[in-house]
């Protein structure tokens, strides 16, 4: 019974949700599942915050390496929930100054730092070892000079043949990769509503 509920209760809702964009009358169900999500969603919050404060004071227990991190962690938690009960989330609370001050100053770090490595994966990846590459290098060198306004005003046709690649070939690309999620979503939810696919299930579903 542990699996087959689960699995009953996929199957129906599966279903339903699946021809509730072919029924128009079944708009008000749509709402209501809506509805059912909102309060899903905030129990997976609950869950969540417990799963991350239960791993992190066992790290701080256990003095494992990097626990000072874990200790950051529970006082970043616990001080935007304080902040956030007591003074709201509106633009010129406590909690926007902290968010604003220390949350994005901190992203704006992290993403210069991928600046690196994304420059010395191109790097290794624009290696001119074969035509393929080739290829991959002279249209890269064609779209950054094209994106800068010096090279679209110094190089002449830079600028058209940049948008060129990116309507065309790199567009056709872009559409058939979509198409083959498409494809794998579609299939892999097949598999869950008929249950061939349990994985989510606990042990695997075995």
């Not at 000079?145 to 790199?170: C, D, R």
């Amino acid at each position: 019974m542990r699996q087959k509920v689960p699995l009953a209760i996929c199957f129906i809702m599966g279903i339903v949700m699946l021809f509730q964009y072919f029924i128009p009358a079944m708009d008000t169900f749509n709402d209501l599942i809506t509805k059912w999500l909102l309060v899903v969603a905030g129990f997976v919050m609950c869950l969540g915050i417990y799963s991350l404060v239960r791993v992190h004071i066992l790290k701080i227990r256990r003095k494992v390496p990097g626990w000072g991190y874990s200790c950051i962690t529970i006082a970043g938690l616990i001080w935007m929930l304080t902040v956030g009960f007591i003074w709201g989330r509106n633009l010129g609370t406590l909690f926007q100054s902290t968010y604003f001050l220390i949350q994005v100053p901190i992203q704006s770090t992290m993403m210069s730092l991928l600046a690196f490595y994304v420059a010395s994966a191109a790097f290794r990846a624009f290696r001119m070892r074969n035509l393929e590459a080739g290829l991959l290098l002279a249209a890269a060198i064609i779209v950054m000079i094209g994106q800068v306004p010096v090279g679209a005003s110094y190089v002449p046709g830079v600028a058209w043949l940049k948008e060129w690649i990116l309507n065309n070939p790199n567009l056709a690309a872009k559409r058939g990769i979509v198409i083959g999620v498409g494809l794998g979503m579609l299939s892999t939810s097949i598999k869950i509503i008929l249950g061939i696919e349990r994985s989510y299930l606990s042990g695997g579903g075995k």
